[in-house]
């Protein structure tokens, strides 16, 4: 029963960590594409702080699923992540690229005329 266990709180916690690694990846990249002086016109932080703070948020993400992929190849069986300070780091980083997909893209987005109002213009891809 404790493997069976072990195995379901591994593919758990290791699946919310891919997510969150996702969403951390989504916001750097989108952070570095974007031009610094798009960051000064909507009046937000500038771009090496949200750059730095995605690419920590990013760094912690992968570190939360190598530590346990690493642990469970060395070992044999699954080993979940700790609910220690990793996890604790990587819910900051996730937070931190959320506010950022949910305050700051957005706002860019309206400064490079693919907000709210501009739906007439077609898809940016």
Known sequence: MRTLLNYVDFAILMSLGVVALWVQIMALADCLRTPATD??????????FWGALTGVGAFFGFIYLIGPLSTTLAVG????????????????AVTIAGVYLS???????????????NQSRGPSW
């Open 77 to 92: 069986f699954p080993v979940p992540p700790s609910l220690g300070m990793a996890m604790i780091f990587n819910l900051a």
């Open 39 to 48: 960051f000064t016109r909507v009046y937000k932080r500038s771009k090496s």
């Open 103 to 117: 305050d700051v893209k957005p706002a860019l987005a309206e400064v490079r005329g693919r907000g709210k109002g």
